[in-house]
């Protein structure tokens, strides 16, 4: 089965500066790649994606980045605000079969 | 659309009984995935439908962990008997592409 690890469990950053926030992931047979923000006694809601096909899309503040050869997924937010503080998911959609989460990356922006 | 809606909210039962927990999809999605999250393993997916038909159901835990889907827009996780390891948030989430919407979960005490 696809294995998606968020290596780090909580990040800090200052308000202003960038956030970058990591996922690995050990199969290659990816259709599109999910970031998800959740924040707390709330349901995930979805915040960019990226298909396989790519290596960058950018959504306003939120780029995701996708380094297939490294197999490494990356969400930058510029600048970070303190309502980013959440918990963010890089949960894999394999054909839209099936979307698997893990524990989560906490950021916390601090003002 | 209200989105997907999750009742109740907050459920507390005593340990043996049993519990029903409800998610109403938005309109016109074919895919509806229910999720437990916990402290120790963050999002897990429990079973999904397509269609109304239960695709994958590997991340059940027990057998008395049940879900069914009888039409479109109606679907129910039961436990039976409950037991107080099964405390968490269950959230309900739908899809019809790549992007799945959550309902607001329902915190499950098991005392």
């Known amino acids: 089965d696809q294995q998606v690890k968020q290596n780090s469990p909580s990040l800090s950053v200052q308000e202003g500066r960038i956030s970058i926030l990591n996922c690995d992931y050990t199969n290659s047979m990816f259709d599109y790649f999910l970031w998800y923000k959740k924040y707390p006694a709330e349901g995930p809601t979805f915040l960019i994606s990226i298909s396989s096909i790519k290596d960058k899309n950018e959504d306003g503040r939120f780029t995701v980045f996708l380094n297939k050869s490294a197999k490494h997924l990356s969400l930058h937010i510029v600048p970070s605000q303190p309502g980013d503080s959440a918990v963010y998911f890089c949960?894999?959609?394999?054909?839209?079969?099936?979307?698997?989460f893990g524990t989560g990356t906490k950021l916390q922006v601090i003002p | 659309d209200a989105g997907v809606i999750q009742s109740p909210r907050h459920e507390v039962t005593e340990m043996g009984q049993e519990v029903t927990l409800r998610c109403k999809p938005i309109?016109?999605?074919?895919?509806l995935f229910w999720y437990r999250q916990t402290m120790m393993r963050g999002l897990e997916l429990l079973i999904y439908f397509n269609n109304n038909v239960p695709i994958d159901d590997s991340g059940m835990p027990e057998d008395r962990f049940s879900a069914k889907m009888p039409n479109a827009s109606f679907s129910t996780l039961k436990i039976q008997p409950s037991e107080p390891r099964d405390s968490a948030v269950y959230f309900c989430a739908s899809a019809m592409n790549t992007e799945a919407f959550f309902g607001q979960g329902t915190r499950l005490t098991v005392v």
């Open positions: 949960p894999h959609s394999g054909g839209y079969q099936k979307v698997t």
């Open positions: 309109s016109g999605h074919d895919y």
